[in-house]
């Protein structure tokens, strides 16, 4: 990968992310229990999705001090709009642990963030990046197939997003600054404009630099959307 190409991809990003930005209340906040809370709910789910669980979530637990005195039916029953019916005791679960190992405090180091039940390094850094600001890359489905797609970034795992070079990989391409606004600007940029099927390759702001789309043209002409 050509550093200049990376830097070309990290300018994009960050210029479409300042016109496109979609904006939900998790990513006003800098409360590191509101920002866990969601990247919880976001898992496997729609943002759109999210937003009004989220919202009477909040308005109902506003700490977790409330949270772990809740009754575990009526976490379900808030969630469950989203499926996924583990994450009610999943959050009761972690809130238990916080309470007892960090006096009700989400903490800000990644051992313990993964030390919490059912939470991974995608969530740990999350929590990191946008409540403690700290310059830590963000590996999804979707940040792996636009990297795969732009730079032919390739994992030998079945799981790429479980790979360490996947993880190095996207920590050399975070931006020095603006690494925060980067990070959202993957996870929209992949949900809008380079989705799984039919990406909008014709509004993609990297396609200049991106071998798939030279691939795409050269072998199929110019189809796509």
């Not at 709910?41 to 772990?68: C, G, H, R, W």
Request: glycine share 4%; charged share 25%; hydrophobic share 40%.
């Amino acid at each position: 990968m050509l550093r200049r190409d990376a830097t070309r991809f990290q300018k994009a990003m960050l210029a479409w992310y300042k016109k496109n930005l979609r904006h939900y209340p998790w990513r006003l906040e800098n409360d590191p229990y509101k920002i866990l809370i969601a990247e919880i709910m976001l898992q496997q789910t729609n943002a759109d999705k999210v937003e009004p669980v989220y919202t009477e979530f909040i308005s109902k637990y506003q700490s977790i001090n409330i949270l772990v005195q809740s009754d575990i039916q009526d976490l379900k029953a808030l969630l469950s709009p989203l499926g996924l019916d583990y994450r009610a005791e999943r959050l009761k679960n972690i809130a238990e642990k916080l309470v007892i190992e960090h006096s009700g405090a989400v903490p800000g180091t990644e051992k313990s963030l993964l030390s919490l039940p059912g939470i991974g390094r995608y969530v740990s850094n999350a929590v990191l990046c946008f409540a403690y600001s700290k310059r830590v890359a963000l590996v999804d489905v979707n940040t792996v197939r636009l990297y795969g797609r732009v730079f032919n970034f390739q994992s030998q795992k079945n799981r790429p997003r479980d790979d360490n070079k996947t993880w190095e990989f996207a920590i050399q391409m975070l931006p020095r600054v603006n690494f925060k606004e980067y990070n959202l600007a993957l996870l929209d940029f992949s949900s809008i404009i380079c989705l799984a099927k039919k990406p909008h390759c014709v509004r993609c702001t990297v396609s200049s630099i991106c071998l798939y789309r030279e691939q795409h043209v050269q072998t199929n002409g110019d189809q796509t959307r």
